[in-house]
């Protein structure tokens, strides 16, 4: 399934997914390490704030 929503990125998302019934949402973290919230980006960190819906943050390896 495809949406597109306009407004702040991290509100559309948490709405969508009680809207659909999402058991869980993964998103990636900018940087080197997930672990560190400043280099997990503004949009990720407020879905793992919200505490709305279990998060898997992933992080990604440049090759």
Request: proline residues 3%; aromatic residues 4%; negative net charge.
């Amino acid at each position: 399934m495809t949406s597109i929503r306009e407004g702040v990125p991290h509100e559309e998302l948490l709405s969508y997914a009680e809207d659909q019934g999402v058991d869980l949402v993964v998103v990636g973290a900018k940087g080197r390490s997930a672990f560190q919230t400043v280099l997990l980006g503004s949009t990720t960190e407020a879905i793992l704030r919200a505490d709305q819906v279990p998060v898997l943050v992933v992080n990604s390896t440049d090759h």
